[in-house]
T-cell receptor, first 114, second 113 residues
């Protein structure tokens, strides 16, 4: 089966600019997650969707980050305006939502804010 | 906040030796998972151990779980250069499958040829 797809793979922007990332989960996976991974650290959950509804966005900096999952399939994560500290890899993952079933992660989008 | 803490943060061994990484966590869990991440790549699932299991094997991997100590270990036997990567433990909280995975900071493993 096809894995989780993400685009772009790399993005370089200047601070205060906007950027958007796209994720296409594995077909049939109800749950989708966005993680932020700063260099040298473990991934940190930003937002979790169940179908097209938000389950948890408690760690999403809502003043600048937004995310949506239209029709319960693809998802976009947007940053507006970007700050230097947003430089990180943004990982998308999907799962069937069943406890104990491993997740599938995409290759990530590496964002550099200059 | 990060639930798991891997130890050591970095490990360098010779090819063919065994590598052991440890993970400690803070709250009750449904299961604990180990992931590998090669430089600049996404996370690859290695093994999942449920809270009622104590040990699990997959190829050259052996994972143990001690829920009384809230700790887990990952053993890679007969290491290979291709095992060079960062390894993360992630916990799935007892709130059920709808909870996000909480990751530790990872152990960076270097296998020297």
């Amino acid at each position: 089966e096809a894995g989780v797809a993400q685009s772009p793979r790399y993005k370089i922007i200047e601070k205060r600019q906007s950027v958007a990332f796209w994720c296409n989960p594995i077909s049939g996976h109800a749950t989708l997650y966005w993680y932020q991974q700063i260099l040298g650290q473990g991934p940190k959950l930003l937002i979790q969707f169940q179908n097209n509804g938000v389950v948890d966005d408690s760690q999403l900096p809502k003043d600048r980050f937004s995310a949506e999952r239209l029709k319960g399939v693809d998802s976009t994560l947007k940053i507006q305006p970007a700050k230097l500290e947003d430089s990180a890899v943004y990982l998308c993952a999907s799962s069937p939502g069943t406890p104990g079933v491993p997740w599938n992660f995409g290759p990530g989008t590496r964002l550099t804010v200059t | 906040s990060q639930q798991g803490e891997e130890d050591p943060q970095a490990l360098s061994i010779q090819e063919g030796e065994n590598a052991t990484m440890n993970c400690s966590y803070k709250t009750s869990i449904n299961n604990l998972q180990w992931y590998r991440q090669n430089s600049g790549r996404g996370l690859v699932h290695l093994i999942l151990i449920r809270s009622n299991e104590r040990e699990k094997h997959s190829g050259r991997l052996r994972v143990t779980l001690d829920t009384s100590k809230k700790s887990s270990s990952l053993l890679i036997t007969a290491s290979r250069a291709a095992d060079t990567a960062s390894y993360f433990c992630a916990t799935d909280g007892s709130g059920g499958g709808a909870d996000g995975l909480t990751f530790g900071k990872g152990t960076h493993l270097i296998i020297q040829p």
